[in-house]
């Protein structure tokens, strides 16, 4: 089956500055690659996603980029706000077989003001 | 739309007694998914369903977990006996499947405390 990780665990960034949170997956079928965050005590909410089809994509702050002979996606968040400070989760999911989101272990970011 | 709705959000209960977690999809969602959270595996997939029918059961942890999807808008996953290793918060999801690449809806989750 599917297989996410992620990396890092942690991130600690100053307000302004950008973070980066990187992801590999294992399954070449896989082809829908979303990203959640999670605030403290809250649900899983998507912020982005992209398709296999795509290589970039970007929405205001918040870019995510996928290369897929490298089985890797990673997320970008550019200048960096107190309220971006949650748990990240990527996710990978395949159009065939199972097809349920595969969720990395997330990274906790923390932006310092 | 209220969104995925899960209740309770929060049980407590005692070690070998029965828990029952519900989950209202999103009105014309036809795939649900119930997924558990914890500090150690995060999140991880327990069981999903297709159209009120059971695909994917191999994230059930033992026995002791079942789930059911009676009709479109309810589904029940139930915990007999719990154990405190269970504890954890559980979230149903839900989605629109046969429209590719379409995301996954959380509810709130119910935070389970067994002790």
């Known amino acids: 089956g599917e297989n996410v990780e992620q990396h890092p665990s942690t991130l600690s960034v100053q307000e302004g500055d950008s973070a980066v949170i990187k992801c590999t997956y294992s399954?070449?079928?896989?082809?829908?690659f979303p990203w959640y965050k999670q605030e403290l005590g809250k649900r899983p909410q998507l912020i982005i996603d992209?398709?296999?089809?795509?290589g970039e994509k970007k929405d205001q702050r918040i870019a995510v980029t996928l290369n897929k002979t490298a089985k890797h996606f990673s997320l970008h968040i550019t200048e960096t706000q107190p309220e971006d400070s949650a748990v990240y989760f990527c996710?990978?999911?395949?159009?065939?077989?199972?097809?349920?989101?595969?969720f990395g272990s997330g990274t906790r970011l923390q932006v310092q003001p | 739309d209220a969104g995925v709705i899960q209740s309770p959000r929060h049980e407590v209960t005692e070690m070998g007694q029965e828990v029952t977690l519900r989950c209202k999809p999103i009105?014309?969602?036809?795939?649900l998914f119930w997924y558990r959270q914890t500090m150690m595996r995060g999140l991880e997939l327990l069981i999903y369903?297709?159209?009120?029918?059971?695909?994917?059961d191999s994230g059930m942890p033992e026995d002791r977990f079942s789930a059911k999807m009676p009709n479109a808008s309810f589904s029940t996953l139930k915990i007999q006996p719990s154990e405190p290793r269970d504890s954890a918060v559980y979230f149903c999801?839900?989605?629109?499947?046969?429209?590719?690449?379409?995301?996954?809806?959380f509810g709130q989750g119910t935070r389970l405390t067994v002790v």
């Open positions: 369903f297709n159209n009120n029918v059971p695909i994917d």
């Open positions: 999801a839900s989605r629109t499947q046969g429209v590719p690449n379409t995301e996954a809806f």
């Open positions: 399954d070449s079928a896989s082809n829908y």
């Open positions: 996710a990978a999911r395949g159009y065939t077989g199972r097809r349920a989101l595969t």
């Open positions: 992209i398709r296999s089809n795509v």
């Open positions: 009105s014309g969602h036809n795939s």
